[in-house]
C-alpha cells in the first residue's frame, strides 16, 4: 500500500512533465518511467492503476520508440488485464491506451492481439458503458481481428441493427386517412 502511494505520486510528477512534449516523453522512456507506469498498472490500487493507464496512453501517443518500451516492459498484458476491472474508468482508459498503442505502433498491433486484447474489447463494446465502448471501438478498429473473432465482432457490431428491424420504433401518423403501408410521420 505504501509503495502503490509513492508511485502515485511519482506518476503525478510524471504527467506533468509529459505536457504533449515528445522529447520529454523520451527522456522519461530513458530515465525507466515506463517501468515505473507497468509497476503501477501491475500493483496499484483503482486510482493508482488510472492514472498509470493515463500516462502510459500519453506516452505511447505519437512515437514508436515509446511504445516499444511499455510493449517490452509488459504493458499490453496488464492494460488487457485492467479492461476487465471494476472500475469503468480504468476499463475505458485501458481500451483507449490500447488504442493509442494500436496506432502510433502498427508493427506491434499482432503483439497486442496475442496479449489476449480482442476478446476483452469486444466484451466491453457489448457490456461497457459509453465510454468504455467508444476506447473499445476505436482499439478494434486499429487491430487485425483473427479470423476466430471476425463472426463474434460482426455480430455485436451489427446486434443494434437487427434489434431495431424485429422491433421497428412505433410511430404516430399525421393523418389517419393515409393508408397503413404508408405513413408520413
Known amino acids: 500500500e505504501q509503495t502503490s502511494f509513492r508511485m502515485e505520486a511519482c506518476i503525478h510528477r510524471l504527467r506533468g512533465l509529459l505536457g504533449g512534449d515528445a522529447q520529454g516523453g523520451g527522456m522519461l522512456v ?75 505502433c502498427p508493427r506491434r498491433a499482432d503483439e497486442i492481439v496475442a496479449a489476449g486484447a480482442i476478446e476483452p474489447l469486444v466484451n466491453l463494446l457489448m457490456h461497457g458503458d459509453g465510454f468504455g465502448k467508444g476506447g473499445a471501438a476505436y482499439a478494434l478498429a486499429q487491430l487485425p481481428v483473427p479470423a476466430e473473432h471476425q463472426a463474434l465482432l460482426a455480430d455485436v457490431l451489427l446486434r443494434p441493427y437487427r434489434e431495431n428491424v424485429e422491433r421497428p420504433a412505433k410511430r404516430t401518423c399525421l393523418n389517419s386517412r393515409v393508408p397503413h403501408n404508408i405513413l408520413i410521420c
Open 30 to 104: 530513458a530515465c525507466g518511467a515506463v517501468d515505473l507506469l507497468v509497476d503501477l498498472l501491475r500493483v496499484g490500487d483503482v486510482y493508482g492503476k488510472g492514472h498509470a493507464i493515463y500516462s502510459l496512453a500519453q506516452l505511447a501517443a505519437g512515437s514508436d520508440v515509446r511504445c516499444a518500451a511499455i510493449v517490452e516492459a509488459g504493458g499490453v498484458s496488464l492494460l488487457v488485464q485492467a479492461i476487465g476491472c471494476d472500475d469503468r474508468h480504468v476499463r475505458g482508459s485501458a481500451a483507449y491506451a490500447i488504442m493509442q498503442l494500436a496506432i502510433s
